[in-house]
């Protein structure tokens, strides 16, 4: 299990479990697991989500984004939902942002 730190200061876990069920879903992510972390401590811009999870997005190569879906459960404690490669950034977009603002 490995731990990065989101914007407001969560510790948010990816435990080995989660990451499996990722690149179950999404085999593309496979080589991804750093970059993972990385775009919770560091991303382009955060989105609210549907039911109170937020979608860390950073653009890995030109046109082409590392979306990760995680949930800060309290000041403490925070988890990986999960996440994924896209190109359609338009549809995040649509979302609010929350960060930067």
């Given amino acids: ?56 997005v950073k653009e890995i190569e030109p046109g082409k984004y590392l979306v990760v879906v995680y949930k800060e459960m309290s000041k403490k404690d925070g988890s990986v939902i999960t996440a994924f490669l896209t190109r359609r950034i338009k549809q995040i977009e649509r979302r609010t942002k929350l960060w930067p603002r």
């Fill in 1 to 56: 299990m490995d731990i990065s730190q989101s914007k407001n200061g969560v510790p948010i876990r990816l435990t080995e479990q989660r990451w499996l069920h990722i690149t179950e879903e999404h085999s593309e992510m496979a080589g991804y697991y750093f970059e993972v972390l990385e775009t919770i401590q560091e991303p382009g811009a955060i989105y609210e989500g549907k039911v109170g999870e937020l979608l860390a």
